[in-house]
């Protein structure tokens, strides 16, 4: 073969393989080119190697050299291409993480306060607005503030282990049995124990029995107490407050009604119910202040009167809402909760 046509084909594999390797536009095209052109079997410079032999011995060096040169550009052609290729992917793969930054955004959930919450706040506000002042108490309690003082003897059957959780305290000396508070009128207790008269408070919190969930009754629920002690307090002024309350609250069309009860602390008791539509609702006792508890407090019942009351909260929450299970409140379902 003479030297001319040799290096010829030599030149027009060169630019061949770098108009393909040019004309790749990913790393596919890019690879089939590489095996066209550098393949180690039947790629076409291989081939074009092998007719070195047919060349003039004369002319070898010549072609030899040109031969390594083509070799050489070949090769600088593919490694620019792979670079050139490489780099496209890398932006391809970026911009797919590119954010639209004039989409509407994703809202991020809040979380809002739970029903039972609200309503402790609603009714801050409009006994606030009554003149009643929020004090607070501890939920693990001792018997003087949870029975004693609260004319409530050692037999009374509210103090039977089977109604209440009491604590396994180490030392069952009296002084040391706690228990978790089974109803609010501690509270009064220990405002009155701190402060002299006048007093007029509204306390409210967790309280805890031993009954079993239903419905209506959960071992764990919120009450609201009341306490006014003064100069003349009566009962009229406890009808007064809870009627204003309960409109409030519940709507202009609320009755309420006394009907004679007992607790331990208060002298006459009532349990207080709550119309709204054609149904009577319990809502919880009171009644005036026994003399016997405004004593244990160092209080002269000759001096002053008082009442209190202790509402439950989650009763008046359910009216509102027309809610007919108190266990829907502690089951936390965001699909209740969310409503509120
Ligand atoms: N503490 C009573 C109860 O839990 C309610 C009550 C409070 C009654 C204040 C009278 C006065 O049932």
């Not at 003149?131 to 037999?155: C, K, M, Q, T, W």
């Not at 202009?252 to 007992?262: G, I």
Request: hydrophobic residues 40%; aromatic residues 8%; contains cysteine.
């Amino acid at each position: 073969m003479a030297l001319g046509d040799f290096l010829q084909q030599l030149d027009g594999l060169a630019s061949d393989a770098e108009a393909a390797f040019t004309a790749a536009a990913d790393t596919e095209q890019l690879e089939a080119a590489r095996v066209e052109f550098l393949g180690a079997k039947s790629g076409r410079l291989k081939a074009t190697q092998k007719q070195m032999g047919a060349v003039d011995k004369t002319d070898k060096p010549a072609a030899g050299k040109r031969l390594n040169e083509t070799k050489q550009r070949v090769d600088a052609a593919f490694q620019a291409a792979q670079q050139r290729v490489a780099a496209g992917e890398q932006v391809r793969r970026s911009s797919s993480q590119f954010v639209d930054t004039s989409l509407p955004g994703v809202r991020p959930e809040l979380g809002h306060l739970h029903p039972i919450t609200q309503t402790i706040e609603e009714l801050k506000d409009i006994m606030g607005r009554l003149g009643f002042s929020v004090a607070d108490g501890p939920e693990i309690e001792d018997e003087r503030h949870n029975f004693e003082a609260l004319n409530i003897p050692l037999a009374h059957p509210a103090r039977d282990p089977l109604e209440n959780f009491y604590l396994a305290t180490a030392e069952k000396t009296s002084a040391d049995v706690l228990l978790l508070r089974s109803q609010t009128s501690t509270v009064q207790i220990r405002v009155m124990e701190q402060t002299p008269p006048p007093i007029r408070i509204i306390s409210l919190g967790r309280v805890y029995r031993p009954d079993t969930a239903d419905a209506t009754h959960y071992p764990m629920f919120f009450q609201m107490e009341g306490l006014w002690v003064d100069k003349h307090v009566t009962m009229a002024d406890l009808k007064t407050v809870l009627r204003l309350f309960a409109t409030s609250y519940l709507g202009r069309d609320v009755h309420v009604r006394f009907r004679p009860s007992f607790f331990p602390f208060t002298e006459p008791s009532v349990e207080a119910d709550m119309s709204w539509g054609d149904k009577w609702i319990e809502f919880g006792g009171a009644g005036m202040v026994d003399p016997n508890v405004l004593s244990a407090v160092g209080y002269d019942p000759e001096e002053v009167s008082g009442f209190a009351f202790g509402l439950g909260i989650e009763r008046l929450c359910m009216r509102r809402h027309g809610i007919t299970d108190i266990r829907e409140f502690y089951r936390n379902d965001v699909r209740f909760l969310h409503q509120f």
